[in-house]
């Protein structure tokens, strides 16, 4: 089977983001123990039962056992490395400016909003948490209560102006 082959995507040569609350880290060391303890042998023996009904080039669930241990080890690969290289986001700081790991409340266009900024795998934005990479946290990064900054948007530019920064304390709310 030939896989297609495409051109690479905008975000296709980001670095990895590495920073991650201890909640995470250990999230992800449970989903790969899960993942080597589990799903990985299941796997295996589904492909080697598939692997055993003929002929590779026109054995369909072969292909799709083989596939799904695939993506099983890719995952595997990619959790150990966020493991490997995790730096974990201290609590306490300094609350003077904005940092990853702090909670920031803005007023945009009259609406007041907080939003915590953490790493980019626990973004989850109608929770309220963004990256330090995302549009609004790249702009709030390194600024102060009472700054303005401006915010480019699509169609226009928006004034967003600091009101609060809380240090870190629980990101999950």
């Known amino acids: 089977m030939r896989v297609p082959i495409r051109k690479p995507g905008k975000y296709t040569h980001q670095?990895?983001?590495?920073?991650?609350?201890?909640?995470?880290l250990d999230e992800l060391k449970n989903k790969l123990e899960r993942l080597k303890k589990i799903s990985h042998p299941q796997a295996?023996?589904?492909?080697?039962?598939?692997?055993?009904?003929?002929?590779?080039?026109?054995?369909?669930?072969?292909?799709?056992?083989?596939?799904?241990l695939r993506?099983?080890?890719?995952?595997?690969?990619e959790l150990e490395k966020y493991i490997d290289h995790a730096e974990i986001i201290e609590t306490g700081g300094?609350?003077?400016?904005?940092?990853?790991?702090?909670?920031?409340?803005?007023?945009?266009?009259?609406?007041q909003k907080t939003y915590t900024i953490l790493g980019s795998l626990e973004v989850d934005p109608q929770k309220g948490i963004i990256s330090p990479s995302s549009p609004i946290g790249s702009v709030l990064m390194g600024h102060k209560v009472g700054d303005a900054v401006?915010?480019?948007?699509?169609?226009?530019?928006?004034?967003?102006?600091?009101l609060a920064i809380e240090a870190f304390k629980n990101p999950r709310f």
Do not use: W
């Not at 401006?150 to 600091?162: S, T």
């Open 44 to 68: 295996r023996v589904e492909m080697q039962r598939t692997a055993e009904m003929g002929d590779f080039s026109e054995n369909a669930a072969y292909q799709v056992a083989k596939g799904r």
């Open 94 to 111: 300094n609350a003077d400016t904005v940092q990853l790991g702090q909670k920031v409340t803005v007023e945009i266009g009259g609406k």
């Open 71 to 77: 993506g099983i080890n890719n995952r595997i690969e």
């Open 150 to 162: 401006r915010l480019k948007l699509a169609d226009d530019d928006v004034e967003c102006r600091i």
């Open 15 to 24: 670095k990895p983001d590495f920073h991650l609350t201890r909640e995470k």
